[in-house]
């Protein structure tokens, strides 16, 4: 039995599509699981030292800053992360090299404006947003604007973090992107914590780890925009039969743009914006719900919704380690036009994502109490653990459907995500303002599971439907095949025996 499943695993590793995704997948997997456990080690610091008023207060910054941080952006990083895999497969750095200058000319004036505007704006809201009755309710806007300053560099760190995703550096994107910010928020509220147990050191603590994530994600991008020979070995020239380069399909200018030809800043802009749409308002509509929940509830309600929210991400692990490496393979496979490595790159990825996230997804449902409780006994009530549940359920949804933004983001198709996903957050909005004044963070719960499984299975027919893929993962299948092989195996058996026999 066991030489059988070697043999099968063996041939499964002689699927190159399969190797590449599982090898730098669970690479990526092991170190988004250390910075998840960071993640959690951070909440947990800061609900036990500095308690839930603190981390209700920290949540409600953090999302005004990822909200407009995510505009800051405009989709350019995740454009970037697409053509730095389709030029470098070429062996084309000159165009990696022209086309991230054309996204700082886009990035740096609008993040510095952002930035500026979200911090003299953030006085007049403050005061809706908090209660007057809390001891640290005067210093509330300082510790929002803390988040405002630092917008600029959460938009430029996360530029050069998607550029090292492109290369299939997933390794070091993983962990400047998923770790280093939150040790070293972690290493700075400990400091701090020894002198005074104040809220400013908990938002001043994160903005200080977004800054030097930012310096370290800068440096090594720089270092492989100046040194391309070390970028990687998959970054080699790649000619077809007649020795010429191969042309490479560029979305937004609707036509194919060769090698020679670089890509212009409104070529990038028409490609940018769509994806900005296409991934970012997915995240958008979690954080709203912080947002409006902070509107109609005190900071411990905030605290309570955050923390579920977060650990029930802990089951997506998986798929965003996978899907940082089946990106650049999905827009590689585009690049070349190559309909059958694509199609077999997104197989794998499905099935990789389907049996490495449900079990996590089966611990929760069966022991949510439990998994509330590591962060205090604050949060293991009957509310808590009720959000928990209806928030890993639409999780669930997520993990079902497969790469599927990535997917169409990665081939030419933003402006299909972008459309869904504004519809999605029109859901989302909608059903917060109607459920959160009723039933609070369980309403709340409930808009984000809705709204995120009209999301994923819409875009998963969508793809169905227009591109003959299917990420919506069947184990019976593969089940039923195993099954057949083994009868087929038996059946020889019996006929190798009966010969023997006569």
Known sequence: MISKLKKKFNKKFKDEDFSEILKKGSG??????????????????????????????????????????????????MALSRFVAQYGSI???DLVQHTYRKALVIIIPLGIFLSAATYFILPYY??????????DFDRYTFYMQLFAASIIFYVLGGLSEECIKGLKKTAQYNWIAHVVNQLVAILFLLIFGLFSKDQLWVNLSYCLGIFVAFLIAQLYWLHYLKNPEIAGTEFKSRKDKKGKNKTLQVEG??????????????????????????????????????LILAWYAAETKVAIYRVATRLTSLATIPLISINSIAGPKFAEAYGKNDQKQLKNSVKQSTRLIFWSCIPILAIFLIFPKFSMWTFGKDFTGTEAVLVFVIVTLGQAANVLTGPVTVLLNMTGRQKITMYYAFATVIIDVSLNLILIPLYGIIGAAIATSVARTVLNFGLAFQIYYTMGIVTIYNPFSDIRVMLKRGKKRKNRADINQIDENE
């Open 253 to 290: 200018a609707n036509k194919i743009v060769a090698p020679e030809e670089p890509i212009t800043t409104a070529e990038l802009l028409k490609v940018s914006a769509p994806m900005m749409s296409a991934k970012y308002l997915t995240m958008i509509y979690t954080w709203l719900d912080i």
């Open 91 to 93: 062996g084309r750095w």
């Open 126 to 135: 403050t005061d809706n947003l908090f209660d007057p009755a809390d001891a």
């Open 28 to 77: 990526a997997f092991g170190i988004s699981i250390v910075g998840r456990f960071i993640g959690y080690l951070l909440l947990m610091v800061i609900g036990w030292i500095y308690g839930q008023e603190a981390m209700g207060v920290y949540t409600v910054g953090l999302s005004i800053l990822s909200i407009v941080g995510i505009f800051g952006r405009f989709g350019v990083d």
